[in-house]
């Protein structure tokens, strides 16, 4: 496939294996992956990553809630490596809009990933935003506008469309749910799309007979019956 796989997460160990094995193309960290994985020094964390991981982009996100203070920190970790992405939220918590803070960031040559976008307008805003000789990733939540009941293709292609009058502007499919979805964000023309480890892990399952899948459900459900001890007739 022509679509770059990222992995989505914060455990050190799992990213090195990945990487190690060649199995994705590069990575992205979120504060609640941070949370969720046990990180306390955030720059810690970042450094050791990047000590290792060195030919392949990593995003690191910035924390502040407010412009001034995001673009302070855009700036330090900008200088951790060459292959840093900046994850700059499209709105802060308040509904400001962070256009102005990427178009000076990806001016200055700084790689940034605009993150949380999910509206037609948000796409406008920063694909004028980013500058035409940096590379830069637009992240489209598909898996969450999906959450929503509503079908995230249409949105995702016409994104993808908006996206070419800016070559190094790259469009990565977020929030990834189900194996599936790299095939659709492929078909919609993505550049990149972000799967959690425990998705990339179904990637065995790829081209096998839906014939076999349905004999080892089966056998599962047995394996799980007979555990349990349990009886229906007397």
């Given at each position: 496939?022509?679509?770059?796989?990222?992995?989505?997460?914060?455990?050190?160990?799992?990213?090195?294996?990945?990487?190690?094995?060649?199995?994705?193309?590069?990575?992205?960290?979120?504060?609640?992956?941070?949370?969720?994985?046990?990180?306390?020094?955030?720059?810690?964390?970042?450094?050791?990553?990047?000590?290792?991981?060195?030919?392949?982009?990593?995003?690191?996100?910035?924390?502040?809630?407010?412009?001034?203070?995001?673009?302070?920190?855009?700036?330090?970790?900008?200088?951790?490596?060459?292959?840093?992405?900046?994850?700059?939220?499209?709105?802060?918590?308040?509904?400001?809009?962070?256009?102005?803070?990427?178009?000076?960031?990806?001016?200055?040559?700084?790689?940034?990933?605009?993150?949380?976008?999910?509206?037609?307008?948000?796409?406008?805003?920063?694909?004028?935003?980013?500058?035409?000789?940096?590379?830069?990733?637009?992240?489209?939540?598909?898996?969450?506008?999906?959450?929503?009941?509503?079908?995230?293709?249409?949105?995702?292609?016409?994104?993808?469309?908006?996206?070419?009058?800016?070559?190094?502007?790259?469009?990565?499919?977020?929030?990834?749910?189900?194996?599936?979805?790299?095939?659709?964000?492929?078909?919609?023309?993505?550049?990149?799309?972000?799967?959690?480890?425990s998705i990339l892990a179904k990637r065995k399952n790829i081209g096998r007979d839906p014939y076999e899948?349905?004999?080892?459900?089966?056998?599962?459900?047995?394996?799980?019956?007979?555990?349990?001890?349990?009886?229906?007739?007397?």
């Amino acid at each position: 496939m022509a679509i770059k796989v990222f992995a989505d997460g914060a455990n050190l160990e799992g990213m090195l294996d990945m990487y190690e094995n060649g199995n994705v193309q590069g990575f992205t960290t979120n504060p609640s992956l941070m949370k969720k994985g046990g990180v306390t020094d955030y720059r810690a964390f970042a450094k050791e990553v990047l000590a290792h991981i060195t030919d392949v982009s990593v995003s690191f996100e910035v924390f502040a809630d407010d412009v001034e203070t995001m673009e302070v920190e855009a700036r330090e970790i900008a200088t951790w490596a060459d292959n840093v992405y900046v994850k700059i939220p499209c709105v802060t918590t308040k509904g400001e809009s962070t256009a102005e803070l990427v178009r000076k960031l990806s001016a200055d040559g700084i790689k940034v990933n605009v993150t949380t976008i999910f509206t037609p307008e948000q796409v406008d805003e920063m694909v004028e935003a980013v500058d035409a000789e940096t590379p830069s990733i637009i992240s489209l939540f598909a898996g969450r506008i999906a959450d929503t009941g509503v079908d995230p293709i249409p949105f995702v292609t016409e994104s993808v469309k908006k996206a070419a009058v800016k070559p190094n502007c790259e469009v990565l499919w977020a929030s990834t749910r189900e194996l599936i979805n790299i095939y659709q964000a492929e078909a919609c023309g993505c550049q990149i799309i972000t799967v959690p480890n425990s998705i990339l892990a179904k990637r065995k399952n790829i081209g096998r007979d839906p014939y076999e899948v349905s004999l080892d459900t089966v056998r599962g459900f047995a394996k799980d019956i007979a555990s349990l001890g349990f009886h229906i007739l007397p």
